[in-house]
């Protein structure tokens, strides 16, 4: 914790050599003693009734050391409502340090507390195996799939989603920490991608003294804003009896043309398009190139209403007449020009209920949403839906938007406690907008101005990196970045991501470069050695 680090600063060495100590003592029979331990609702900062520990269980492993799992739940106030069930893993030696895994999607399941962090290095020992206790939960309900938002129509289900469920959760792993090593944790930091990411910037945003340092990759941020972008493609799709749709074999066309027309603007012919920028300056000839000549209308060129609709909308993404939370009234659209592959379903055909697959991906979240978390009266209709005019829907967004969104750029509270965050955004996302991500990072830094944001914040755009995989799919130990910082004031610097793709380019590496620069090759020497490329910002 913040405060606790802040007052014992002088006595760090000596503090991680008394939990250590105390660690040691700790195995099998201690595990054995949290079970049924009780946490009580005075205990937990957010209304609950309490929380118990339901199960622990002693795990011997080769590659991970020992630990001790323990499995409970947090009851809710509302009968009706789910609990939230969690995970809490102490290993026999603590390093004094406690991580926070975040979710996915729309939640419903634990987070894997035994794997690295997202995107963390392959070739070194998962957090839990460094001494890190590790720590989730499944957000406050539970499902099959991670595309469910039914759980939403329960009020307080919902607010546990939105953001309650992160402190609940540290709640009761400080209680379960404290009794376990009996000795405060030095820091405590929360990792996550897409939604774990939005959940990192929240833990940040809401308890600046509660977490030392967070890592959030492709933040769904601007929730409201990205699931009102879904609808807005829904519309251009589907509308005319699906006149927007542009065939799957069409948009590969498309996107290997942009790739190979904007892979050398970083210097290197790799696959690669590094210098997003410039590409996007020359993306109006992408649409020249495949627009139909008049008078032609096949499954192999854009008509003008596939490209003033669906092009413009992925593209472009949109502006509204009104305002969500913290001012944000836009939502900036992908690099879709630009090799990115969209995902406008493998069917022409409009269905209710949206399913992503058939059709749009974020056509089908975005349905999921408005269906459970804004139309609790089932008298939505999506397919006629305008983003432009919610009407009677327009005060539910804006609320909806307070309590989940995660852009208010006043993090000034985080970084005067000296919180540390470090934001990655990959260039070819095409779940979250990189350009959103751009644009929240700009407002961080306008309001806090230049200096406090280099003091407490990083934010790196990987080219190639998508929502999870993508053509380079970065390894790379953002954790030691974050916990050097936080720990001992060493600031980020100097990073190589590795390629973990399974195609020919797995194992090649490229400088992790902080926007807006992006890695240039040198011209010469080896395309698959980050020693080769040097960050610019032109
Ligand atoms: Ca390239």
């Known amino acids: 914790m913040n405060a606790f680090y802040l007052t014992a600063s002088v006595g760090m060495a000596a503090c991680l050599i008394a939990a250590d100590a105390k660690a040691a003592e700790f ?53 009706e409502a789910p609990p939230i069930q969690w995970e809490i893993d102490l290993p026999s030696i603590w390093n004094g340090r406690m991580l926070q895994y975040g979710g996915g999607g729309y939640n419903g399941v634990l987070p894997d507390m035994l794997g690295p962090v997202v995107h963390g290095p392959l070739d070194t020992p998962v957090p839990l195996a460094q001494g890190y206790v590790t720590f989730g939960s499944d957000s406050g309900h539970t499902a099959m799939s991670t595309n469910d938002a039914s759980f939403a129509r329960n009020a307080e289900a919902l607010a546990n989603y939105g953001y309650m469920h992160i402190r609940k959760t540290l709640d009761v792993a400080l209680m379960v920490v404290g009794a376990a090593y009996e000795t405060e944790p030095v820091a405590v930091y929360y990792a996550g991608g897409s939604t774990g990411g939005r959940e990192a910037l929240i833990a940040a945003l809401r308890w600046p003294e509660a977490y030392d340092g967070v890592i959030s990759y492709y933040p769904t941020a601007n929730f409201v804003g990205l699931r009102l972008w879904g609808s807005a493609l829904n519309r251009a799709i589907y509308d005319d009896a699906s006149a927007g749709w542009i065939p799957p074999e069409l948009v590969k066309e498309i996107s290997a043309f942009a790739t190979d027309r904007c892979d050398e603007l970083g ?17 109006s000839s992408v649409i020249e190139h495949f627009a139909c000549p008049e008078g032609r209308a096949d499954d192999r060129c854009l008509t003008p209403l596939q ?51 058939p059709n749009a991906h974020h056509a089908a979240r975005a349905y999921e949403f408005f269906q459970h978390m804004i139309d609790q009266d089932d008298t939505f209709k999506y397919s006629t839906f305008d983003i432009a005019e919610p009407g009677p829907y327009k005060e539910r967004l804006i609320e909806i938007s307070e309590m989940i969104d995660a852009n208010d750029p006043d993090l000034s509270a985080f970084a005067q406690a000296g919180g540390k965050l470090i934001l990655v955004q990959g260039a070819e996302d095409p779940s979250v907008s990189p350009w959103g991500t751009v644009a929240y990072h700009d407002k961080i830094v306008e309001t806090l101005g230049e200096d406090t944001a280099s003091n407490f914040m990083r934010f790196y755009m990987l080219p190639g990196l998508a929502h999870g995989g993508g053509s380079f799919a970065p390894a790379w130990n953002s954790l030691a970045a974050l916990d050097s910082w936080v720990i001992d004031g060493i600031e980020p610097v100097d990073y190589a991501a590795t390629d973990t793709t ?28 980050a020693a080769d490329f040097v960050c610019v910002s032109n």
């Open 267 to 283: 210097g290197a012919k790799d696959g690669l398009v590094a210098n997003m920028a410039a590409c996007r300056e020359q993306s």
């Open 502 to 529: 399974d195609g020919v380019t797995r194992g090649r590496t490229l400088p992790v470069c902080q926007y807006p620069m992006w890695p240039r090759f040198k011209g010469q020497g080896d395309m698959r050695s």
């Open 27 to 79: 195995g099998e029979a201690a595990c054995s003693d949290l079970s049924g331990m009780v946490i009580t609702r005075e205990s937990i900062s957010l209304p609950t009734t309490g929380a118990e520990v339901s199960k622990t269980e002693w795990v011997v492993t080769d590659d991970l050391g020992s630990f001790c799992r323990v499995s409970g739940a947090t009851h809710p106030v509302d009968a």
């Open 307 to 357: 490209i003033e609709r669906t092009i413009r909308t992925y593209h472009d993404g949109y502006t509204l007449p009104y305002e969500l939370a913290n001012g944000f009234n836009t939502y900036p659209g992908y690099n879709s020009l630009e090799g990115v592959i969209t995902n406008l379903g493998t069917k022409r055909g409009y269905a209710e209920p949206v399913i992503s697959g």
